[in-house]
């Protein structure tokens, strides 16, 4: 039986893993969990030239590509103003975009990432 490679978590994988678990709560619709295909949203890829989403976040810790909390925080804007470019202001996705940018803000506030970075340098 070949033993599955248990690969552990670096602290920063870990804090990211974590600031991502608190993001999605705010998601409980989980509009944002994955990726916009053309299917559900016509002419998305056109218009969206940087997708971005919570599943497309996770691989990314998953893979060490960010190297600190502020890179998590630029896609996780980029997510959020997608959805308000490609939906109209009075759609469902257009306002849980705005609501989720407003409180991932407070989530991934600068002062709480700068702590997050001392706490694992
Ligand atoms: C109605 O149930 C779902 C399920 C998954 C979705 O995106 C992964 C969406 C969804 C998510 C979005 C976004 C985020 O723009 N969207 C835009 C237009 C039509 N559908 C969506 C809706």
Do not use: W
């Amino acid at each position: 039986l070949n033993k599955v490679e248990e690969k552990e978590l670096t602290p920063l994988q870990e804090a990211l893993s974590q600031l991502i678990r608190r993001l999605q709560r705010k998601d409980p619709s989980a509009f944002f969990s994955f990726p916009m295909t053309d299917l559900i949203a016509p002419g998305y890829s056109t218009i969206i030239k940087r997708p971005m989403d919570f599943g497309a976040m996770k691989e990314k810790v998953k893979n060490e590509y960010y190297e600190s909390p502020e890179e998590l925080k630029v896609d996780f804007r980029i997510m959020c103003e997608n959805a308000m470019i490609y939906n109209k202001p009075e759609t469902i996705y257009h306002k849980a975009a705005r609501k989720l940018l407003l409180s991932g803000m407070k989530i991934l506030r600068p002062e709480r990432l700068e702590s997050l970075r001392q706490s694992i340098e």
